[in-house]
């Protein structure tokens, strides 16, 4: 596997996990803005947007739109909303 697409994989896998601990347990949606993003990962605001786009095109994700202002909205696909929990990828 090249580098850099390992690179992304890794980050994108950060910010599952950090999505994943910003999310209603309840519902599975988080309203995070970039700022809160960069904060909890540790990742620049290009890696972010690469990773946000990644995990949903694997279908990891799904993004609401809203006002800018208030963050992102975003479901966990999968939240299995019964048993409060979300798998993490194997991948």
């Not at 909890?40 to 972010?48: F, G």
């Not at 995990?55 to 993004?63: H, N, P, T």
Request: hydrophobic share 40%; aromatic share 6%.
């Amino acid at each position: 596997m090249h580098k850099s697409v390992r690179n992304l994989c890794i980050s994108s896998l950060k910010l599952y996990l950090a999505l994943c601990c910003r999310t209603d347990f309840t519902t599975g949606n988080a309203t995070v803005t970039y700022e809160d993003l960069i904060r909890l990962t540790d990742l620049s605001r290009p890696t972010v947007a690469k990773a946000l786009k990644r995990l949903e095109a694997e279908g990891l994700i799904q993004r609401k739109a809203q006002a800018l202002r208030r963050g992102a909205n975003i479901m966990i696909c999968g939240w299995l909303q019964s048993k409060s929990w979300a798998k993490i990828p194997k991948r």
